[in-house]
């Protein structure tokens, strides 16, 4: 995830003020009695306004200047007759947070039943999504391109979260559910696979297979709730993990998608909605993907190759649906745990010791070789992946070269680093969720599963089919590796900040976490409240009230794709400044019509083609039109062209003012030209 050019200089020069944000552990509401399962769905919008530090290529990453899909948070409700209830969250954004799930537990516990220990909140890990809402200041800097929590930002976040939580807790109906995988390969491939091979049990038949060295297996949630209206079950939403980075669009982007998850998604979606005619939720989670990247083409980092991987496990996603109809059933239990370990305060369990502080090494600066790794460090020795430490390696970081050693803990003091770690259990019916705020390579949450699988039937916990890592969960430490990998000091072994033995000593609290659950049932052992101490900076910029009217500002033009850009058609518009658009809403869609037809929304494939699908995309121009209104685009990618039908862009009202629409077109009658 992390990558950075000269990470040690920001630190010195950042200049952010600081804020205090408090969050209180709050009761929820009682639990509403039932005599069957109890599911519900929803999703809220969290796409932000232009002008956010984009997060997970670091420095080499850029402003927010609009979105090519908009940013999703999903939640599926699920409440057993006896039992715990649950709600299972998957947000288009890089991880989860320990401050955001916090918070939104503090929220959700005024209107629903939910406790902290009872929200999984993960990330698809996006690498083209906002940044700088994490609970630790290391992150929350050097994450993205520019640093500093902005207040304004992390509140809508939060609230749009909690929304969707809320919203599917209100809609709970009478449900049933399934569990599955399948094998998927394919689509992705290990980039570490040099790593990989340290491992003493590494699989013979893998070790020089990249594209069989990764963790295949896809994990499905499906929930159908009653309808009254047809007095059946009908689809209405799933949770699907998988294992593979969101790094199929490069650092070079410029706007917020959900990279390949955003097509995942929306196949499902849009599958259901067309077979069952009914609102269907897909809420998408990371798994043990730190080392498992996209089967991108040699070169061709883009998003074309984003929509080739994308749909082809949208496909996988609707295949692994329909298989589990026949398996939906109502007896579910349902049981959570969740534990705070505060490093700093234990950072043993089991004679397994974490090195204590944490530490950056070398080949974290100089980032990984999939998403656009950083200039000339990629190259330097020292500093290039494999770069380790030969000699003096029985210090607690072993081979890792400590960057800016020895000054790092002057610069990078070790309260700046995530030290508060969630561990979090979640069982249902015959899978074990493990939620992590970690990285997890393919062989470390190998590891972590198995000493799961050990301790829950050790201590009578048998019924457990299938055991689930989930990445990018609750919150952000970086890396997990096992001590073979970090040992070979590629990308992951340097952002695995505790040192060699993190595997093994998450393996052991996840183990101890899921035996006490097994033996005690409930675990909920965190802090009364938080304080998180974060540097601050505005992005949100306001401006001026506008004076002018909403205009076209030139005809639609065709514009040819070169080399990865695709073909599309671009409109230019002028409008309220972007702190008076609601982002968060619908603003652009495509109309047709024949000649004897009324203009309606374009439809392919019974699909709308609108900025809530994956081929519509919104652009802010910073360019100030004079009379307090300012310069959008709307680009329609990948544009149909049949003969006979006209096409126009249609931009939604907002406030008091009116829809617009561009000038109708054809692909006979288009101006053209190629993209700059």
């Given amino acids: 995830m992390l990558r950075w050019c000269y990470v040690i200089l920001l630190a010195l020069f950042s200049c952010t003020s600081s804020i205090t944000l408090q969050v209180r552990k709050a009761e929820p509401l009682p639990s509403q009695k039932s005599d069957v399962l109890l599911a519900g769905v929803a999703k809220t919008d969290i796409t932000p306004r232009p002008g956010l530090p984009m997060i997970g290529y670091s420095a080499n990453a850029n402003y927010g200047d609009g979105f090519r899909t908009r940013l999703y948070s999903r939640a599926i409700y699920l409440k057993p007759a006896d039992g715990t209830p649950i709600a299972l969250v998957a947000c288009d954004l890089l991880s989860g947070s320990e401050l955001i799930h916090r918070r939104v537990a503090e929220l959700v516990a005024k209107k629903t039943d939910l406790r902290l220990r009872d929200i999984v909140l993960t990330g698809t890990h996006t690498h083209s999504g906002p940044g700088n809402f994490f609970g630790s200041n290391f992150y929350t800097i050097h994450a993205g391109n520019k640093g ?10 939060t609230h749009q979260i909690a929304n969707a939580i809320t919203e599917a807790y209100e809609k709970r109906k009478p449900a049933k559910v399934a569990l599955g995988k399948i094998e998927v390969y394919g689509f992705t491939r290990n980039r570490s696979i040099e790593a990989y091979r340290a491992n003493i049990n590494a699989d013979p038949q893998k070790v020089t297979d990249r594209l069989k060295a990764v963790n295949p297996f896809m994990h499905m949630l499906r929930v159908d709730v009653f309808d009254e209206k047809s007095r059946k079950y009908v689809p209405a939403g799933a949770f699907t993990s998988f294992s593979i980075h969101g790094t199929t669009i490069p650092s070079d982007n410029h706007l917020y998608n959900g990279d390949v998850y955003a097509y995942m998604e929306r196949e499902l979606e849009w599958h259901v909605k067309k077979k069952y005619l009914t609102d269907f939720v897909h809420a998408v989670s990371n ?18 190759e984003s929509r080739r991987l994308g749909i082809g496990l949208g496909e996988k996603c609707i295949a692994l649906f329909q298989s589990l109809e026949a398996k939906l059933h109502q007896n579910v239990d349902v049981s959570t745990a969740l534990r705070e370990v505060d490093y700093y305060k234990n950072n043993s369990i089991n004679g397994i010791s974490l090195c204590i502080p944490p530490r950056v090494g070398n080949t974290l600066l100089a980032g990984a070789s999939d998403g656009g790794p950083t200039p000339v460090l990629q190259w330097l020795p020292f500093f290039r992946e494999g770069s380790k430490r030969w000699i003096f390696t029985c210090g607690c970081h072993g081979n890792r070269r400590i960057a800016g050693w020895p000054i790092q803990s002057i610069i990078l003091p070790k ?5 508060r770690i969630t561990y979090q259990i979640v069982k249902i019916h015959d899978t074990l969720f493990i939620p992590l705020p970690y990285e997890v390579t393919m062989e470390a949450g190998r590891r972590i599963a198995e000493s799961a699988k050990q301790h829950a039937e050790l201590n009578g916990m048998r019924n457990v089919a299938h055991y689930v890592v989930l990445s990018c969960a609750n919150g952000y430490t970086g890396y997990c590796t096992t001590p073979e990998e970090y040992s070979q000091q590629r990308y992951e072994g340097g952002h695995t900040l505790y040192g060699p033995n993190t595997a093994p000593f998450v393996a052991a609290q996840v183990g101890a976490l899921v035996g006490d659950m097994a033996r005690s049932g409930r675990i909920d052992e965190t802090e009364r409240e938080w304080s998180f101490v974060l540097s601050s900076r505005t992005f949100y910029k306001e401006y001026d009230q506008p004076k002018g009217l909403r205009a076209p500002l030139c005809e639609p033009i065709f514009a040819k794709g070169r080399g990865e850009e695709e073909d599309c058609v671009k409109f230019q518009w002028k409008d309220v400044p972007p702190s008076l658009i609601e982002w968060h809403r619908p603003l652009v869609s495509i109309e047709s019509r024949t000649s004897d037809e009324d203009w309606k929304t374009l439809r392919i494939d019974g699909i709308p083609v609108t900025d809530e699908g994956y081929d519509v995309a919104v652009v802010f121009l910073y360019t100030n039109e004079g009379d307090g209104m300012w310069g959008y685009e709307a680009r329609w ?8 039908i006209q096409y126009r862009f249609r931009i939604e009202a907002r406030g008091h003012y009116p829809v617009l629409y561009s000038k109708e077109f054809n692909f006979n009658n288009i101006s053209k030209h190629s993209h700059k």
């Fill in 415 to 419: 309260d700046e680093f995530p030290h």
């Fill in 637 to 644: 990618y990948n544009p149909v062209k049949k003969d006979g």
């Fill in 148 to 157: 500093g929590i902005d207040v304004e930002f992390l509140n809508f976040l």
């Fill in 287 to 304: 798994a043990t993907h730190a080392d498992n990247s996209p089967n991108v083409e040699k070169g061709r980092q883009g998003f074309k």
